[in-house]
């Protein structure tokens, strides 16, 4: 089985500007997260998607939203970027039963 | 609020050395806990997980760990460490009880293993 894949792998993007990040689930995972990786803060959970639902929101602005599509693809958007932003971005999928398998991220930054 | 917190934020072992990492958690329900591996320039990869039954899991590459519930405690194990365990470890705890499978992590070890 493929496993989960993110892109772009990298992006570096100018502050005020939006981002958007896909990711694409193993194939029969139904559940995607999104995580933030930085130096300082380490992995901070963003959000979950579950049947094109929203199941879950972790502790961060407004500007970070995400969907899900009827294929299980999500993508991730951040508005109004602000140098902070600058953040491995991982997305990990999973089929519902708490284990969960990560993508390789994007690389985030702002500049 | 759960949190993970991992005591060790950097580890350095010679190889065949022993090796504890420690993870406790803040919650007070049940818990899924696990250990993923970051190995340089790779994905965060699972090692091992526990969700019920028999405290002490075994994991992939030697690496085993023990829940303790009364200390809130999920330490990762190894006898004999290898050059090749070079890697950042991350402990991670998602509640049971609560929507979704959001998994709080620690701040990671970064563990460095010397020939």
């Known amino acids: 089985k493929a496993g989960v894949t993110q892109t772009p792998r990298y992006l570096i993007k100018t502050r005020g500007q939006q981002v958007t990040l896909s990711c694409s689930p193993i194939s029969g995972h139904r559940s995607v997260s999104w995580y933030q990786q930085t130096p300082g803060q380490g992995l901070q959970f963003l959000f979950e998607?579950?049947?094109?639902?929203?199941?879950n929101k972790g502790n961060f602005p407004g500007r970070f939203s995400g969907r899900q599509f009827s294929n299980s693809r999500s993508e991730m958007n951040v508005s109004t970027l602000e140098l902070g932003d600058s953040a491995l971005y991982l997305c990990?999928?999973?089929?519902?039963?708490?284990?969960?398998?990560f993508g390789p991220g994007t690389r985030l930054t702002v500049l | 609020a759960q949190s993970v917190s991992q005591h060790n934020h950097h580890v350095i072992l010679s190889e065949a050395a022993s090796l504890e990492l420690g993870c406790n958690y803040s919650y007070g329900g049940t818990v899924n806990l696990f250990w993923y591996v970051q190995y340089p320039g790779q994905h965060l990869q699972l090692l091992l997980k526990?969700?019920?039954?028999?405290?002490l899991v075994k994991g992939i590459k030697g690496f085993e760990a023990e829940f303790i519930k009364s200390k809130f405690s999920f330490n990762l194990r190894k006898p004999s460490v290898q050059w090749s365990d070079t890697a950042e470890y991350f402990c991670a705890v998602n509640a049971i009880n609560q929507a979704g499978t959001a998994l709080i992590f620690g701040k990671g070890t970064t563990l460095s293993v010397s020939s």
């Open positions: 990990a999928s999973g089929t519902g039963n708490n284990e969960q398998f």
């Open positions: 526990y969700f019920s039954g028999d405290p």
């Open positions: 998607y579950f049947s094109e639902t929203q199941r």
